[in-house]
Structure formats: C-alpha cells, structure tokens
C-alpha cells in the first residue's frame, strides 16, 4: 500500500431532503441515491507525488440504497494533473492503497459495479464552507450550484452541522441546499436537496482527527 493524505474542501449534492438518511444509518428517502460531488485538494500527496491545488469531481447513480450496490459512477481528474497525478487521484479515488472501507472513496467504488472511463478535464469549484455556498462545473457534464438552506418564513440562511465522530468521509459537515443537473453517461437531476460542505482530512487509513 502506498501511503497518501489530503486536506481540502468539499460540495456533495445528493437526492435526499436536508440531512441525507444515509447520514444516519438509515435508507433513502427517494428510495435511490445519485449523487454529485467535487472536491478541491489544498494540500496532499500520494507517496511521492505531490497532489497540491487538484481538483476532483464525480456523479453516482445507485438504483436503491448505496450499500445494495449495482451502482454507476463516473470520474473526472483535473486537466492540470501530470500523468503521475492522474494515476495517483484515481488510485485514492477508486480506493486502492486504502485500508477497507476507511474511506468514503473505498465505500463507494466498493458497491460500483459500472464505472465509466475517467475524464481528464477542466474541472470550476467554488467552495465556502463556513457561507455554505459552492459551484461545481465541468462543461458537458456537470452544473451544481449550493446554497445555505432558508428560513420558510423570513428567508434568512439557516445553519445546520452534522457531527459523525467515527465518519468515514468528514469529521463535521455544514449542511445546505443543493440542485445539480448533469449530461453525459451518468445522467441526474436534483431540485433543492441535500447539499454537503465539509472540509476534509483522509489518508489512506480514514479519517484524520486531531
């Protein structure tokens, strides 16, 4: 196994209301899970290969609960990333060089039985945690916009955090809205779901805690 960590951000839009069932051990709400994310690495390496300022992206598509499998997935690695960082992201992405199941990445490429091919492209974030507003786009592919959730009846931004001190992806996450639309071969929809904002700290173990 080849030892990896990264510290970054993330944006998650997935197609449960606010809280995201699967959170809390429990099934989706729609009865599915798609899911989009995006993730800017700030600082990370894999071995020897420096992973610092890449960006990754991903769109999931499990017809029921994520742990019952016969999920499809796709990849995208930013365009900027050597050959050698490329092999590197999806080797972390894909959960090799990852104790089992230490790592949302492991969890979820374990119950992905149709993986499309990577794509190696430009890959927009805007993510403030803190704001819980993020943008993810990737031409010809994906259009995710987050925001905080409302108040129903003043409008004001209403603020929520999840807690997961045995996590596998996160230690607290800020919770807020989310709608993604997506084109390509691995099509979803979401309207004013589940929008995740986390910072992140992984290695090849799990979750780092202080």
């Given at each position: 196994m080849t030892s990896w960590e990264i510290k970054g951000r993330e944006l998650v839009n997935c197609t449960c209301e606010y809280g995201c069932n699967c959170q809390f051990n429990a099934l989706p709400d729609k009865g599915h899970c798609h899911a989009v994310a995006g993730i800017q690495i700030d600082e990370g390496h894999h071995g020897e290969t420096v992973l610092d300022g890449l960006r990754l992206a991903a769109i999931f598509k499990w017809p029921g609960a994520i742990h019952q499998g016969n999920g499809e997935a796709i990849a995208f690695v930013d365009?900027?990333?050597?050959?050698?960082?490329?092999?590197?992201?999806?080797?972390?992405?894909?959960?090799?060089?990852?104790?089992?199941?230490?790592?949302?990445?492991?969890?979820?490429?374990?119950?992905?039985?149709?993986?499309?091919?990577?794509?190696?492209?430009?890959?927009d974030l805007e993510l403030d945690?803190?704001?819980?507003?993020g943008r993810i786009f990737v031409k010809d592919y994906i259009e995710t916009a987050g925001e905080p959730i409302r108040n129903k009846v003043t409008g004001a931004d209403s603020?929520?955090?999840?807690?997961?001190?045995?996590?596998?992806?996160?230690?607290?996450?800020?919770?807020?809205?989310?709608s993604s639309s997506t084109t390509g071969p691995v099509q979803v929809t979401m309207k004013d779901s589940?929008?995740?904002?986390?910072?992140?700290?992984?290695?090849?173990?799990?979750?780092?805690?202080?």
């Open positions: 365009e900027n990333a050597t050959d050698r960082q490329r092999e590197a992201l999806l080797r972390i992405m894909t959960g090799q060089d990852t104790d089992p199941f230490a790592t949302m990445f492991a969890v979820y490429a374990s119950t992905v039985t149709k993986m499309n091919d990577p794509v190696f492209t430009k890959i945690i803190d704001g819980r507003r603020r929520a955090q999840i807690v997961l001190p045995n996590g596998f992806e996160y230690a607290v996450a800020e919770i807020g809205s989310a589940y929008g995740q904002f986390a910072r992140l700290h992984l290695n090849n173990h799990g979750v780092v805690r202080a």
